[in-house]
């Protein structure tokens, strides 16, 4: 079985429409897109024309092509915007959000658990951020805190103490959905674990999930596919690794976000990957 995996595009719609032409010639049987799907240029607010404009006719290209599409948003997609990303991938047979959620293709072993909660991050959109850990130290902020809400982003008075309201990352791990089979689970988490040199920042920080490295040490799937640090692959030089019998990819995306594409296309049957990097082809 094929997979295509691609993350932190952020609404630039040369790389969705390519990864569409990608999975349609190589005869792909799914699609993975591990969050950040959405503009963010301009005003924020107005993901939900994204999502009603460009989102739903591309995802009836997959509808058409057969190809399954599973996705989920990212910390820098809008929260408010998540009842709206539903009911869009619901009216699609082939389409699933895959946030905190399970989907198994009718027919095969493998099952995608997905999940978009971030751990906290020094920048001021707080809809995914959660502790890591009870023990969790808080980065440093930079300007003021907010979430998204219908009548637009409601400032947080002390984050210090609201994100302490909210469950912790390795909570969430504790209370996501199981699957029937580990050994051939495939989970779609935004974020990336730690400790494994998938979560370096341009310079080098690592800022990945203690919990999630926990997760998977203990659990043992198949398969993590990871997204949120797009510079990682070149700051440490690795875009997989493992952890245990686990392999572990992120492919990032470049520093040149705007003129070029990074993939990864997976076999899952012989576990089997490579790394693509596309070159925007000029209009």
Not at 14 to 32: G, Q
Not at 74 to 86: A, E, K, M, S, T
Not at 157 to 167: F, G, Q, R, Y
Request: hydrophobic share 35%; charged share 25%.
């Amino acid at each position: 079985m094929k997979l295509l995996y691609v993350t932190d595009i952020h609404g630039i719609e040369w790389k969705h429409n390519k990864i569409f032409e990608i999975a349609r010639s190589l005869k792909v049987d799914i699609v993975a897109n591990g969050g950040d799907m959405l503009t963010f240029k301009g005003n924020l607010m107005h993901q939900d024309k994204f999502i009603t404009g460009f989102l739903d006719e591309y995802f009836s290209r997959f509808e058409s092509a057969g190809i399954y599409y599973l996705g989920l948003l990212g910390n820098d997609d809008l929260g408010v915007f998540d009842d709206l990303f539903q009911k869009t991938c619901d009216k699609y047979s082939y389409v699933v959000n895959m946030a905190q959620t399970r989907f198994q293709l009718d027919g095969t072993k493998y099952e995608f658990i997905g999940m978009n909660w971030v751990t906290d991050l020094p920048f001021g959109l707080k809809d995914r951020a959660r502790k890591d850990t009870e023990n969790f130290e808080l980065p440093k902020q930079i300007g003021r805190q907010y979430l998204s809400t219908p009548n637009g982003f409601k400032k947080i008075e002390d984050w210090a103490s609201h994100v302490n309201t909210l469950p912790t990352i390795e909570e969430e791990l504790r209370n996501l959905v199981k699957p029937s089979d580990m050994n051939n689970t495939i989970y779609v988490f935004h974020n990336p674990p730690a400790n494994i040199d998938l979560d370096v920042t341009h310079d080098g920080k690592k800022v990945g999930s203690q919990a999630e490295y926990s997760f998977f040490k203990e659990n043992q799937p198949r398969l993590s596919l990871h997204g949120h640090i797009h510079e990682s692959p070149e700051s440490s030089g690795k875009w997989y690794s493992q952890i245990g019998k686990t392999i572990c990819i992120q492919p990032g995306q470049s520093h040149q976000h705007e003129n070029f594409l990074t993939c990864a296309l997976i076999n899952l049957d012989a576990m089997d990957f490579e790394r693509k990097l596309i070159k925007k082809v000029p209009d």
